[in-house]
Nanobody, 122 residues
Framework: VQLQASGGGLVQAGGSLRLSCVAS????????MGWFRQAPGKEREFVAA????????YVTDSVKGRFTISRDNAKNTVYLQMNSLNPEDTAFYYC????????????????WGQGTQVTVSS
């Protein structure tokens, strides 16, 4: 599976962005998906997860109420809708595919996208 993330950009505080991650291959629907982010000088941080069917989702407390994860298996795509963005959300955002749902461990994800930059100005 190859993953291609897009949708990042520069936005003012309070604004919104929707990230997309498109997967190649016919097995996308069998993978649980996650979104991570990494700010300069910090470790990669788990943000959100969705199970293979989309029936279960999870977001971390730091983004709860602002970010929503979803997927469209017919389009081989997972999304991260980000609302009410603040400067602390500035980071590279990565999508990842793995066999375990809702894992925050990087090592449990088999495939990673290249990342898309999100910058939130104050």
């Amino acid at each position: 599976v190859q993953l291609q993330a897009s949708g990042g950009g520069l936005v003012q505080a309070g604004g919104s962005l929707r990230l997309s991650c498109v997967a190649s291959g016919r097995t996308f629907s069998s993978y649980n998906m996650g979104w991570f982010r990494q700010a300069p000088g910090k470790e990669r941080e788990f943000v959100a997860a969705i199970n293979w069917s989309g029936s279960n989702t999870y977001v971390t407390d730091s983004v709860k109420g602002r970010f929503t994860i979803s997927r469209d298996n017919a389009k081989n795509t997972v999304y991260l809708q980000m609302n009410s963005l603040n400067p602390e959300d500035t980071a590279f955002y990565y999508c990842a595919a793995g066999s375990r749902y809702r894992s925050s461990w990087l090592r449990e994800y088999e495939y990673w996208g290249q990342g898309t930059q999100v910058t939130v100005s104050s």
